[in-house]
């Protein structure tokens, strides 16, 4: 399993943009699928998207479509969230999740995913 830390947390105004990063230590991260979930105070966590192994593929929930993009570099093990124009509704503890196999198909489904962060906080303001 790989480990995951993710950073880039913090307070923001409504309409700013942040980019979370989810960094891993571990063998073969090249070889996990990566997604984002949320979980906003009182609330079930939440599916926000995910990135494919490769980088080449990536899906996202309906809420953030179009202003969130994940990316990723695997030459330094580490997944972004590039979060823009930001609502109050999107402050929430962010958490990066991985997903062994190459050929995994993409999926918002939490108990798939092996390996969790911490999360970061996400506050906006109005």
């Known amino acids: 399993q790989v480990q995951l830390v993710e950073s880039g947390g913090g307070l923001v105004q409504a309409g700013d943009s942040l980019r979370l990063s989810c960094a891993a230590s571990g063998p073969a991260f090249r070889r996990y699928a990566v997604g984002w979930f949320r979980q906003a105070p009182g609330k079930e966590r939440e599916f926000v998207g995910c990135i494919n192994w490769s980088g080449a593929a990536t899906y996202y929930a309906d809420s953030v479509k179009g202003l969130f993009t994940i990316s990723r570099d695997n030459a330094k093990n580490t997944v972004y969230l590039q979060m823009n124009s930001l609502k109050p509704e999107d402050t929430a503890v962010y958490y990066c999740?991985?997903?062994?196999?190459?050929?995994?198909?993409?999926?918002?489904?939490?108990?798939?995913?092996?390996?969790w962060g911490q999360g970061t906080q996400v506050t906006v303001s109005s």
């Open positions: 999740a991985a997903r062994y196999g190459t050929t995994a198909p993409m999926s918002g489904l939490e108990s798939l995913y092996d390996s």
